[in-house]
């Protein structure tokens, strides 16, 4: 595609549900990363794929959330049993090759959980 | 792990003068690459400028410059003839790049107005 595509664009869901955010990157992007952003703070590292492979999920804040790449393309992350503080602008960024460092931004899912 | 520290969370500057944000970053890496991001009100995240860490000319891109101290790990963002649609947050990025292990990390952000 033309650009970062991130689905949906707002989810509204209520605590104890699993939602699952979707990102699909620019075609042929080899690598895909997954952003938190709470109203004012910079974005803060959840996870990252080189193809399908997740090279560091180090930065998932618990065993609530997950992502995925299985083809490496199309990338999910998937939060269960939400929580309040789970709230935040989730943004999915995909740069060209491993080699290249310039990472394009989706407009990201805000997440509201009530 | 990497941090990135953003020390000014608010600055102003009155159109056309020159402004300076300041980012600091603590790493081990030998080669990483820093970057500046703009967020305007609309929430994109646009890339301003790059700098990798061997090359030791500061980048450039038009108005927007940076003054990269390698040894003291600072990595500080010029805007030259601020202009109202500078108005936005400012962050400041950090990659390692080493063996395609290649993460980025973010500081807290600036948040600039310019002033008419």
């Known amino acids: 595609g033309a650009g970062v595509s991130q689905s949906p664009r707002y989810k509204v869901t209520k605590r104890g549900q699993d939602v699952a955010l979707r990102c699909d990157p620019i075609s042929g992007h080899v690598s895909l990363y997954w952003y938190r952003q709470a109203l004012g703070q910079g974005p803060e590292f959840l996870t990252y794929?080189?193809?399908?492979?997740?090279?560091?999920k180090s930065g998932l804040p618990n065993d609530r959330f997950s992502a995925e790449r299985p083809e490496g393309s199309i990338s999910t992350l998937t939060i269960q049993r939400t929580e309040q503080r789970d709230s935040a602008m989730y943004r999915c960024?995909?740069?060209?090759?491993?080699?290249?460092?310039?990472?394009?931004f989706g407009q990201g899912t805000r997440l509201t959980v009530v | 792990a990497q941090t990135v520290t953003q020390s000014q969370p608010e600055m102003s500057v009155q159109e056309a003068e020159t402004v300076t944000l300041s980012c600091t970053y603590d790493t081990s890496e030998n080669n990483y690459y820093l970057f500046w991001y703009k967020q305007p009100p609309s929430r994109q995240m646009i890339l301003v400028i790059r700098?990798?860490?061997?090359?030791?000319q500061n980048a450039t891109e038009n108005r927007f410059s940076v003054n990269f101290q390698k040894a003291a790990k600072s990595f500080s963002l010029k805007i030259s003839d601020s202009q109202l649609g500078d108005t936005a947050m400012y962050f400041c990025a950090f990659m390692k790049h080493a063996g395609g292990n290649n993460d980025m990390r973010f500081g807290a952000g600036t948040r600039l107005t310019v002033k008419p």
């Open positions: 794929f080189n193809y399908e492979a997740q090279q560091d």
């Open positions: 700098q990798e860490a061997y090359k030791q």
């Open positions: 960024a995909s740069s060209i090759s491993v080699m290249n460092t310039e990472a394009f």
